[in-house]
């Protein structure tokens, strides 16, 4: 069975969402910053997207729950007063509380039975504060399986080649079993894309974030030796990191944990995971594992992450062993 009214819907959602964001990246109130708990910025811009794919996406299927990052918690108190009023003014239609109610529809607790959405509004909001690379990603999971990936990246060029990056915005999809594509965010046509054809791990790219900790540069620059590297790593934010890899324009992304007990959201990795995949690459954890979208919101069983064009995985896989072994850190 296809999933055709899904990526329908989804595609026309983060457009719809992404365009919104990419007109309003100059406005001061879209761009204001909350910290949540544990340290991390949220903007009126993940709210505003958060409630409106939300309510697109129930509209749509009201049948399908959706896992989202974020919770209308955040707006509580007066901190959060200001960032209210903005809400109702980027959603007029919607009153206070029908707009908390569409943020907050994204609680479902993941899983492996049935089908669910999985949304990061805002995947590199501290990529979208400093107007660098950040990417609206919403996936579906069916049983445990990443079926449906979408990635909205206003910030990104349509063609890696163009130095001035032209009107910028691309929006990415896959399909499982369909394959990866792209299309300008402001209408350009859809192409059909695919990870590169590098052969020799030393004539790659790597990709990493750009605020990474510093343990992960190192970690990163140590594989990078070790596999004979000399081009200098792309750094951005977000899932646009897997876009461009999908696209061939990188060929490795490495994601080391920041600690030992670390585990990624499946929000921060869905999409992009089955955008890679779709174009040929393959996508693992950091000792080889396959990643495990079926134990709740997190990836509960992984350590880490590891992209590639696929040809060169194991290649990468054995230099990530070898460091590992060599500095005891998180792979076991």
Do not use: M
């Given at each position: 069975m296809g999933f055709e009214l899904e990526k329908k819907a989804g595609l026309d959602a983060v457009t719809k969402a992404a365009r919104a964001c990419a007109q309003m990246r100059d406005e001061t109130e879209f761009r204001e910053a909350?910290?949540?708990?544990?340290?991390?910025?949220?903007?009126?811009?993940?709210?505003f997207v958060q409630a409106l794919i939300n309510e697109e996406l129930t509209?749509?299927?009201?049948?399908?729950?959706?896992?989202?990052?974020?919770?209308?918690?955040c707006l509580e108190g007066d901190c959060g007063e200001k960032l209210k009023r903005h809400l109702e003014e980027f959603l007029p239609e919607k009153s206070p509380n029908e707009i908390f109610r569409a943020i907050n529809r994204g609680n479902h607790g993941g899983g492996n039975q049935g089908r669910f959405w999985t949304?990061?509004?805002?995947?590199?909001t501290r990529g979208l504060l400093a107007k660098r690379q950040y990417a609206i990603a919403l996936a579906l999971i069916e049983d445990g399986e990443v079926v449906l990936g979408i990635l909205g990246c206003p910030e990104l060029a349509p063609d890696?080649?163009?130095?001035?990056?032209g009107k910028k915005g691309v929006v990415f999809f896959a399909e499982k079993g369909q394959g990866s594509y792209q299309f300008g965010l402001w209408g350009s046509p859809q192409t059909r894309i695919s990870v590169s054809g590098v052969e020799k791990a030393s004539d790659s790219v790597m990709c990493e974030s750009v605020e990474a900790p510093d343990s992960s540069y190192e970690f990163s620059g140590k594989i990078a030796r070790f596999l004979n590297i000399s081009a200098k790593p792309v750094r951005m934010d977000?899932?646009?990191k897997y876009a461009?890899?999908?696209?061939?324009?990188?060929?490795?992304?490495?994601?080391?944990?920041?600690?030992?007990?670390?585990?990624?959201?499946?929000?921060?990795?869905?999409?992009?995971?089955?955008?890679?995949?779709?174009?040929?690459?393959?996508?693992?954890?950091?000792?080889?594992k396959p990643?495990?979208?079926?134990?709740?919101?997190?990836?509960?069983?992984?350590k880490g992450v590891l992209a590639t064009n696929g040809i060169i995985h194991e290649?990468?896989?054995k230099a990530v062993r070898k460091t590992v072994l060599q500095q005891n850190t998180f792979v076991s």
């Open positions: 909350l910290y949540k708990t544990d340290g991390s910025p949220v903007t009126l811009a993940d709210f509209a749509a299927f009201p049948e399908i729950p959706i896992v989202a990052e974020e919770s209308s918690v949304l990061d509004p805002i995947d590199g890696a080649s163009d130095g001035t990056g977000s899932q646009c461009v890899l999908a696209r061939g324009d990188t060929s490795i992304y490495l994601r080391p944990p920041p600690r030992k007990d670390y585990k990624e959201n499946i929000w921060d990795h869905a999409a992009g995971y089955i955008i890679v995949r779709e174009a040929g690459g393959t996508v693992t954890d950091s000792s080889g990643l495990d979208f079926s134990v709740g919101k997190r990836l509960h069983q992984n290649a990468v896989l």
